[in-house]
């Protein structure tokens, strides 16, 4: 009888329990949606950096990442490009020159990473191609032309447009200083600025040309996979199949978007966390008033033979109910708003420039998982236990002498 009872008994002050019941559901709708929102932007940095920028993993002389210098390059490059493209996890990959070089048009200049590419391979590892605002990618480029792809960035930094000229000032693999000429065909823009600004793309053979290194050579290999979930097995897969050489994954390429997906549960619990706190107050307050309310009737129960546990186990379950009632609300309100937001996106165009500068995208999509909206359930049903235990032991503490004589 404890369960039909206390749920009754939840509902005797409606005006008050309602109260409780709208603060949690909108402190756990608003936990769950901030949480989804946050997953979302963390979801697609991500996406979009493994898209853009590093693909799963790249493969490089074991010095390359920490010196950085053009004889660091892979010996015969596309003879291991093939091996790996056998592997079955392996989807597609492509090699690249990457030079550091000075690069200027018309009086101004800036430091610049050039990729040289295989512009073809290059569509299966990267989706540069699809970020092309203006021009295109080494598409219909005339025989004697060098082209050239850059990012919004670099371009509003160079002052430069389609069919601008561009010099690239780099040196040589003899360490001899040299210079190439190129005609700007692509601008591209993707969610990060800062990539932007700084990466430039050439055709392999032009990048090959002017650094005088031999035909198959590369400083690194893009690998993209036909799984998210493969990047440790095929990394310990390649790395034993070339020791010599090191493979390294978007999470090593990229540290701060490891500590970005592994912060995101982390933060997700301890959000949810502070708000069960702040909310526990509020239903220990309830329920002691509750309590308070009671003391005859309560006296009465044990003084007809209701144990103390029975009476601690009506007040617990009176808690839980209450909790469970509004966090339940918030998480199916907060899940329905995160499916609806999720479809059509948030449009944050106001920010882009802050977001992009810090390589967010300007369209945010919530998600949520379901393992994380069991988590948050469980953590509901622990505060309603928890905010249960002090008006409890007051319960506990009356004498059913004294509280059937209280007023």
Known sequence: MIIPIAWRNVWR?????????????LGIFAGVFATAFMKGMAD????????????????????????????????????????????????????????????????TASGAKVLGIHPGE????????????????FEDVPGRVKPLVLGKKMAEKLNVQLRSRIVLNLTDINGNPTSAGFRVTGIYDTDNANYDGLHVFVRYRDLLEATGMKEGAG????????????????QKKLGSMFPQAEVATWKELSPDLSYL???????????I???????????????????????????????????RRRVFSMIMTESVFLSLTGGVTGILIGWATTQLTGATGIDMSMYAEGLQAMGWSTIIYPDIGVETLIGITFLVIVTGILSSIYPALKALKLNPADSLRTE
């Open 13 to 25: 002050n409606r005006v008050r329990s309602l109260v409780v019941i709208i603060a949690i559901t």
């Open 44 to 107: 697609h940095r991500i996406e979009s950096a493994i898209e853009s920028e590093t693909s799963h993993m790249q493969f490089h002389h074991k010095e390359y990442r920490q010196k950085d210098k053009l004889e660091l390059f892979i010996p015969a490059a596309d003879k291991k490009l093939e091996k790996i493209r056998k592997l079955d996890e392996v989807k597609s990959a492509s090699n690249r020159l990457k030079v550091g070089c000075m690069i200027s048009a018309a009086g």
């Open 122 to 137: 290059e569509k299966n590892v990267t989706d540069i191609h699809n970020q092309i605002i203006t021009g295109s990618y």
């Open 219 to 234: 400083h690194e290999i893009a690998v993209y996979l036909k799984q998210n979930d493969q990047v440790k097995p095929v």
């Open 261 to 271: 997906s592994s912060m995101m549960d982390q933060y997700t619990y301890i959000f």
């Open 273 to 307: 966390i502070i708000i069960l706190l702040a909310l526990c107050f509020g239903i220990i307050n309830t329920m002691l008033m509750a309590v308070l309310e009671r003391i005859k009737e309560l006296g009465m129960l044990m003084a007809i033979g209701m144990n």
